[in-house]
């Protein structure tokens, strides 16, 4: 498994496994373990709440439905939760936005390029119950300044269709 293919994965279906937006917390729980990490979105209010498996975070209303995905990739490496209980695929992070691109078209996932700074720009992906967003840094000052070889700084994941009040 590459890298590449789980963020393509992530692009057509919204997710990363069982890992997804609209996601029951127990239901992960129970197939994954106990997150590695935990805690309040606000020190104010107990809900939303986060949790991290591996480099996974997820954000969580008082349903206990996940609302958001987040991936930080600008690690050497990416922890990933595997298919069975409790464990963990260590993958290499480094993604260009030819590789991503590249996985992209031949999954036949399309998007739009958001470019709000100079610096960066973000492919915005409609996936199944989820918009995905995959944000590069050029390290340039013009937009077009080595885009094919921008890295993958991180993505997220999130759903706009749930609402318990909480979120």
Not at 34 to 48: A, K, L, M, V
Not at 64 to 93: C, K, M
Not at 137 to 162: I, M, N, P, R, W
Request: with cysteine; charged share 25%.
């Amino acid at each position: 498994m590459s890298f590449t293919n789980v963020l393509t994965a992530l692009a057509a279906t919204g997710g990363i496994g069982d890992f997804r937006p609209l996601a029951s917390l127990e239901e992960l729980a129970e197939k994954h373990g106990r997150p590695s990490d935990s805690g309040r979105g606000s020190s104010e209010h107990e809900w939303p709440y986060w949790l991290r498996y591996g480099d996974v975070r997820l954000e969580a209303c008082e349903c206990r439905i996940v609302h958001s995905l987040q991936l930080e990739t600008w690690n050497d490496t990416v922890t990933i939760p595997a298919d069975r209980f409790g464990e963990y695929v260590a993958l290499e992070a480094s993604t260009t936005f030819r590789h991503l691109e590249s996985g992209l078209l031949v999954a036949g996932v399309s998007w739009t390029t958001i470019t709000r700074r100079p610096d960066q720009f973000t492919l915005e992906v409609e996936a199944p119950h989820a918009t995905v967003h995959f944000t590069f840094v050029t390290g340039g000052d013009d937009e077009e300044s080595g885009k094919d070889d921008a890295l993958l700084y991180g993505v997220t994941a999130q759903e706009f269709t749930h609402w318990c009040g909480q979120s």
